[in-house]
């Protein structure tokens, strides 16, 4: 991990954000290539699930899971088009991101909003922590909570909610439902409305024109993966143990993405899939660099490797016991060593 000192030195912190900003560039060829590259296979995979239904589903949910990721890579250009930089144009954004919700179900501008939103606050303890955020309570305030508010938490936090049901309850319910009801959000409520109504029309329309199975045998069971994967990421590039996690009046920008956001260390290939969202602590130090120039921005500028919070897949699989925020010793904790220490 390096030096933690020389990592989150202010004076080497403050150069990064006009580094990165130079790669801020929306390529139309580039996006094109992206777009062909992610919904080709796409289609092309989703029709040999649709025919090999009545063979097996047995051979449909590998390739449902192959699919998923590059639903993941459709909902990643959807992912810059709600931060206007996945092209030059804002219309062409928008049009890209809208269809591409139609394949993802993630509501193109409510999510957009509340994603940005995260940005802005990323790693910010404050009350509004849980939009575009999973949430997280600090030690103290766990410890403050009635037992069967724990309880909840505690369900809440396991694995097989936070990363089974949770995602398909995130995207098929928490998704179609205004729930953020902050004053300003009245534009992305109507949208999520819009939203919801022409999904109901171009999925009722596939039913009708291919039966039922194209959507419950075939494209559901995609969703649910692409749900699965998609939650797991931004857990791990958040609630990493050495993460960041600050109240408002002394929360840093630059500190929350660097030290808040990991760089998710894969192999190329896993990168290419997952439309280089693993280059998380770029992406936070500038959303407006396109998923296309982060892997150059982070290779080109050996800074950005040095200050990274640099973590493999088999080091991600320990995140899945960080429950609580620590703030005495500025990491996350497990349940048990919260309950080892507080035992009666």
């Not at 094109?32 to 589903?57: G, H, R």
């Not at 193109?108 to 790693?123: L, P, S, T």
Request: positive net charge.
């Amino acid at each position: 991990m390096g030096n933690s000192h020389y990592k989150y030195d202010p004076a080497i912190l403050q150069k990064l954000p006009a580094i990165v900003k130079s790669y801020q560039l929306p390529d139309t060829q580039k996006a094109t290539i992206q777009i062909l590259n992610s919904f080709l296979p796409f289609v092309a995979i989703w029709i040999a699930m649709y025919f090999l239904v009545d063979v097996s589903f047995w051979l449909v949910l590998p390739l449902a899971v192959v699919n998923a990721f590059f639903l993941v890579r459709i909902f990643i250009i959807q992912h810059d088009c709600g931060h206007q930089s996945f092209t030059a144009s804002r219309k062409a954004n928008d049009v890209i991101g809208e269809v591409c919700s139609m394949f993802s179900f993630m509501p193109y501008r409510y999510w957009a909003k509340g994603h940005n939103f995260h940005h802005g606050h990323n790693g910010m303890l404050w009350e509004f922590r849980d939009i575009g955020d999973i949430n997280l309570l600090t030690v103290n305030e766990f410890h403050q909570l009635p037992w069967y508010k724990k309880l909840h938490y505690v369900l809440f936090r396991s694995a097989p909610v936070l990363f089974l049901l949770g995602p398909a309850w995130y995207l098929l319910v928490q998704n179609r439902l205004p729930l953020i009801r902050i004053k300003g959000w009245e534009h992305a409520h109507r949208s999520l409305l819009k939203h919801n109504l022409l999904l109901v029309a171009v999925h009722m329309g596939i039913i009708l024109l291919l039966g039922y199975k194209a959507f419950v045998m075939v494209h559901l069971p995609i969703l649910l993966f692409f749900a699965c994967i998609a939650v797991w990421f931004f857990y791990v590039q958040h609630q990493h143990e050495s993460t960041y996690k600050e109240w408002k009046d002394k929360w840093d920008y630059i500190r929350a993405a660097v030290q808040g956001s990991t760089f998710y260390n894969l192999p190329r290939l896993m990168h290419w899939l997952t439309g280089n969202i693993g280059y998380h602590h770029i992406h936070h130090l500038n959303s407006l660099v396109p998923n296309y120039e982060l892997a150059r921005c982070h290779h080109e500028n050996p800074i950005l490797d040095q200050v990274a919070n640099k973590i493999t897949f088999w080091e991600s699989l320990r995140c899945v016991f960080n429950k609580l925020w620590d703030e005495d010793q500025q990491r996350m904790i497990s349940f048990r060593e919260y309950f080892k220490r507080n035992k009666s």
